[in-house]
């Protein structure tokens, strides 16, 4: 085994090769035992390191995946008051975008079989987590805001919080099909967000 490989713990190896198969097969169609085997061990030893496999892809969508969505998301209550709201937004949408560009391919064939989806949203209920966080996040972002009075106190949070990180979500999924660009648009999205946000 090469030097380099043999210093990496278990786990590292295991998230490793998930996001490997993961990326090529989609969560759907990538089994346990395929993960296990690509990172050379059996599939009971996974199950030592994870619970499932939605266990395993969450594990890789916060270890793994190359975004730092999840900790802007994290840093935004320490941000209230600070700083500029369209800046946060914008860093919020570039960051929704990129994250959004890594997992829909991935997460994309759970879509395709209703018994996969539906196990799937049952293990992330029973992690306590899930899609919807990203959006509670922002929202209570922007409701601090609005009771700051940096954010226009007669919007709904949550509708706002959806509208911008839906319309992060159609940038990469029209991205996908050569239809916008990605780079261009996380700021433009955000800006315009803004406009209909700020307090008149």
Do not use: N
């Amino acid at each position: 085994m090469p030097r380099a490989a043999s210093t990496r713990s278990t786990r590292d190896r295991m998230l490793d090769a998930a996001l490997t198969v993961m990326r090529e097969r989609g969560v759907a169609r990538a089994t346990t035992k395929e993960i296990a085997r690509e990172a050379g061990f059996s599939e009971a030893a996974l199950y030592k390191h994870f619970e499932d496999k939605t266990a395993l892809f969450v594990a890789v969508l916060v270890e793994r995946v190359p975004s730092r969505f999840t900790d802007v998301l994290h840093g935004l209550p320490a941000r209230v008051g600070t700083g500029q709201v369209e800046e946060i937004l914008v860093e919020v949408a570039s960051e929704a975008i990129a994250f959004y560009r890594e997992t829909f391919p991935m997460g994309a064939a759970l879509f395709s079989e209703p018994a996969i989806l539906a196990a799937h949203r049952a293990a992330l209920a029973r992690l306590g987590t899930g899609p919807h966080v990203a959006v509670d996040g922002l929202a209570d972002y922007l409701a601090a805001e609005a009771a700051a009075g940096r954010v226009d106190a007669a919007l709904d949070p949550r509708a706002s919080a959806l509208l911008l990180l839906g319309a992060c979500q159609m940038t990469t999924f029209l991205a996908a099909f050569g239809a916008t660009d990605e780079a261009a648009t996380g700021a433009d999205l955000a800006r315009a967000a803004v406009r209909g946000l700020l307090p008149r």
